[in-house]
């Protein structure tokens, strides 16, 4: 039936910075007040200059202490001009200055120095020149070192394939197919010799015997069916429109002879639609290359034009389509048909499937339920809106999520098994068939959420299925349970004996004839131990090893030879069953098979 920002915040206190004071030093003596700086200039000295007077302070004192021993106030006037000269002046001022006894000789000391800086920046200067003048040698690029190759990395090995965990197992046991009802469609798979448009009781299908195919399990769609066999391969046959069967089906032959057989077995009309399609009405194998190499199937399941097939290890494969009321809905949300073998990646570890009309449910060896397909009557558990239906063509769970050990559907409802016994029903319910008292004789009735069936308390259910508009349960005592609409007689209850109370049986104005049966009512004889429901017709195989069928009948697909319906619980009896134990049976849209151990099994 298959997601931050971060933030940070800064501290402004902690980025806060603290600004330094600093003295600037001295650039006058005590002594000489006339040295002193005036107080009105507020201009700060840059730190170059700083660093520079700072460095001519000595000089200053020295030249100073000549100038107060000769009394000369043209060296104060020096003095105090080497005190206001900017960079290079200072330069002069911190050149180490020699004795002189006058002021001619300090002057004289004073120029040579001067001259030899001039003299010193010229030559500096006329060599920037020339190396500016001179091309700027070339740099050699430099070769590549070349590397020496790295050794290859040793290949990593291939990562060992997951060893598969086998939670599903086939059965062994190899059946004698029987088949009648309607054959129109080559629902039958009798093969093109048989142009019957129906077969009125059971007949050996003999492309489906334990000798010719060792059919193990199998399954009816609407107008097709499919097959496992004894030695893994899946076989289907019917109605291919849409893909149903899984394979291509394209013939342009002829038609053939009809070959009906003469005895009691097969006693069936002739066909009024011509010859059948041989690669239909012809059971065959789907190519095995459709499936991964190691694929090993363990259950099959139909709906009225999809097939579905289950693996050991809990995967699902389908091919088909799904219809709803306005006509084909889509196999999956990106396909419309399937027509060949789909692997469905949502769903895994499943061991059971379940199929209504068109709707698939799931379970899941952890106990939870998967539904998907039509969901128009709420069979799938979750509301689908029309302008988004085909969202219900993806399985999903839906709320029953663990502890459930079995899954049942009918037409467009559908049953859940809890591990504590309890049944739940859900899906269209306009004739009770969900088993939930609520809003039953109205048009369109649906319950929405899956709900305990009150009337089931206490029993021990092991399988739970349904049809159009009735349900059947079967407990571990082998006793069949009934309810929903009786009208067709699929119910296989004495109308005649239902009791009167209202809160039990639903009865029409006119005649007081009984409708609906509400709650579950068990069918006292026989015991079973197994059966099967479609649109309006039960076939179950008793504890005893017979078949038994009722209901609806106008195809013969009660395998009773009337085409008027089957009021109560009746065996099927003919040359083909006598003398066989029927084990298993399943029913189409209008035809029944039914499965019989074959000889010296």
């Avoid at 005036?38 to 700060?44: E, L, P, V």
């Avoid at 609407?222 to 289907?236: C, E, F, K, Q």
């Avoid at 009809?258 to 011509?274: F, I, M, P, R």
């Avoid at 209504?356 to 558990?381: C, F, I, K, P």
Wanted: net charge positive; glycine share 8%.
């Amino acid at each position: 039936m298959a997601t931050g920002a971060h933030s940070s915040v800064w501290n402004t206190e902690n980025i806060r910075r603290s600004t330094r004071s600093t003295k600037a030093p001295k650039l006058y003596d005590e002594e000489f007040p006339a040295l002193r700086p005036s107080s009105k200039s507020t201009n700060a000295m840059p730190p170059k200059k700083a660093a520079a007077a700072k460095t001519a302070e000595p000089a200053k004192e020295k030249a100073a202490k000549v100038s107060k021993a000769s009394g000369s106030t043209t060296t104060k006037a020096a003095a105090s001009k080497a005190s206001t000269t900017k960079k290079p002046a200072a330069a002069k001022a911190a050149a180490p200055a020699k004795k002189a006894p006058a002021a001619k000789k300090d002057a004289a000391t004073k120029k040579a120095p001067a001259k030899k800086a001039a003299a010193a920046t010229a030559t500096t200067t006329t060599k920037r020149k020339a190396a500016d003048a001179a091309p700027a040698p070339k740099r050699q690029k430099k070769e590549p070192a070349q590397r020496a190759p790295k050794a290859a990395r040793p290949a990593r090995p291939a990562p060992a394939p997951k060893a598969k965990v086998v939670i599903n197992h086939a059965p062994t046991q190899r059946l004698d197919l029987l088949v009648f009802g309607a054959n129109s469609g080559a629902e039958l798979g009798l093969g093109p010799q048989t142009n019957s448009a129906s077969v009125k009781r059971p007949r050996i299908n003999p492309y489906l015997s334990a000798d010719t195919a060792g059919v193990v399990a199998f399954a009816c769609g609407g107008m097709h069916s499919v097959a496992l066999t004894h030695d893994n391969r899946i076989v289907t046959w019917g109605v291919n429109d849409h893909g149903a069967l899984g394979r291509d089906t394209t013939w342009a032959g002829a038609p053939t002879n009809d070959a009906n057989a003469d005895d009691d077995s097969s006693s069936s009309s002739s066909s009024e639609g011509g010859a059948l399609n041989p690669l239909e009405c012809t059971p065959t194998a789907i190519d095995a290359s459709a499936f991964p190499e190691d694929t090993v199937f363990t259950a099959v399941a139909a709906t009225d034009s999809a097939t579905f097939v289950l693996t050991d290890d809990g995967h699902v494969y389908g091919w088909g389509i799904f219809r709803s009321i306005d006509g084909p809905l889509g196999f999956s949300p990106g396909t419309r048909v399937a027509h060949t073998p789909t692997y469905i990646p949502t769903l895994t570890r499943i061991t059971k499937l379940a199929t209504g009309s068109n709707h698939v449910l799931a379970l899941s060896q952890t106990g939870t339920v998967y539904a998907w397909g039509s969901g128009e009557m709420n069979q799938l558990g979750r509301r689908i809106i029309e302008r988004n239906r085909t969202h219900g063509l993806e399985p999903r769970a839906f709320g029953l999520t663990r502890h459930y050990n079995d899954i049942g559907a009918g037409s467009e409802h559908s049953f859940a098994v809890h591990s504590d016994g309890r049944v739940l029903g859900w899906g269209l319910n306009n004739f009770g068939q969900t088993g939930v008292d609520s809003q039953i004789g109205e048009d369109n009735a649906t319950v929405v959420k899956p709900t305990a069936i009150t009337s089931l308390a206490g029993r021990t259910i092991s399988n739970v299925t349904g049809g159009n508009h009735h349900s059947i349960a079967l407990d571990t005592d082998g006793q069949l349970l009934v309810w929903g609409r009786c009208e067709n007689h699929a119910l296989g209850l004495d109308l005649s004996a239902l009791p009167t109370d209202e809160a039990l049986v639903l009865r029409s104005g006119a005649g007081n004839r009984p409708v609906l049966v509400k709650q579950a009512r068990t069918i006292s004889t026989p015991t079973f131990a197994h059966a099967a429901t479609s649109s309006d017709h039960v076939v179950a195989a008793g504890t005893d090893g017979k078949a038994y069928s009722w209901g609806f009948s106008a195809s013969y697909q009660t395998g009773q030879g009337t085409d008027d319906d089957v009021e109560m619980v009746s065996v099927i009896d003919n040359t083909a069953v006598r003398g066989r134990t029927i084990v298993a049976s399943d029913c189409g849209g209008q035809f029944s098979v039914i499965g019989a151990v074959a000889a010296g099994q």
